[in-house]
């Protein structure tokens, strides 16, 4: 296996954080259009501004690919370093990559804490092993 392999999961979870950053503006342009808001307004300006329901869900989940991942970008790239990558850590990273999926789409659309909870578990499972993986290759 090659070991940019493992490059495809970071590829798709950099897709899926852009995407939601797309998704934030739109819902946050709409929750400007809805409450008759404009840039130029000083609550917009200075942050105060109230945003709809939507898309508050939106910016906490754009805030969420940055705390859980960072922590599968630096694994992969430890992996690839040490030449730790293999079948096992390409498919936790996947496992991993597609977790956070499940995670936006229910955290964006029903926003059911139990499911979300689920998927976040997934994916940390996935990513403790695979930190536990490459400890174990450089031991």
Known sequence: MKPTAILFPVIAQVVLTLGVLLAMGS????????????LTDDDVRIGQNRW????????????????LPVLFYAVVAFAMITSAVNVMMVGLAWI???????HS???IGPNVVMW?????????????LMWLNL?????
């Not at 898309?55 to 690919?65: D, G």
């Not at 400890?135 to 031991?139: A, C, F, G, N, Q």
């Open 27 to 38: 819902a946050r342009a709409q929750s400007m259009r809805d409450n008759g808001q404009k």
């Open 135 to 139: 400890t174990i290759h450089i031991l």
């Open 52 to 67: 709809s329901t939507q898309a508050v869900k939106v910016a906490k989940n754009y805030a969420n690919q940055f705390e």
């Open 116 to 128: 979300r909870g689920t998927a976040f578990l997934v994916g940390f499972v996935a990513l403790v």
């Open 96 to 102: 991993f990559v597609l977790s956070r999926v499940a």
């Open 105 to 107: 789409v229910i955290h």
